[in-house]
């Protein structure tokens, strides 16, 4: 997600992943909901890196984390 902002000159160096997220969503012009989506899977992440019970269940970040994926894989925001 980062590599896509930066190569668009969306984003500042050390720029917070809400941020990149935020401009990048808007410069795609993806959905809300697809944004909200996208928010969700960075979410899980934070609860991997800094338990904070972001989500009622790790099931349930999980799913976040593959809708997430699904949706960067769908709007072609992958470097595969």
Same mark, same amino acid.
């Given at each position: 997600? %980062?590599?896509? =902002?930066?190569?668009?000159? @969306?984003?500042? *160096? %050390?720029?917070? @992943?809400?941020?990149?997220?935020?401009? $990048?969503?808007?410069?795609?012009? $993806?959905?809300? &909901? &697809?944004?909200?989506? $996208?928010?969700? !899977? %960075? %979410?899980?992440? #934070?609860?991997?890196?800094?338990?904070?019970?972001?989500? *009622?269940?790790? &099931?349930? !970040?999980?799913? =976040?984390?593959?809708?997430?994926?699904? $949706?960067?894989? &769908?709007? #072609? @925001?992958?470097?595969?």
């Amino acid at each position: 997600v %980062r590599m896509h =902002a930066n190569n668009n000159q @969306l984003i500042e *160096p %050390r720029e917070k @992943l809400v941020s990149v997220i935020d401009k $990048l969503s808007e410069f795609k012009k $993806l959905t809300s &909901e &697809e944004k909200y989506k $996208l928010h969700q !899977g %960075r %979410r899980f992440i #934070n609860m991997i890196k800094h338990f904070k019970n972001q989500f *009622p269940s790790w &099931e349930a !970040g999980i799913d =976040a984390m593959v809708t997430a994926y699904s $949706l960067l894989k &769908e709007k #072609n @925001l992958t470097i595969i």
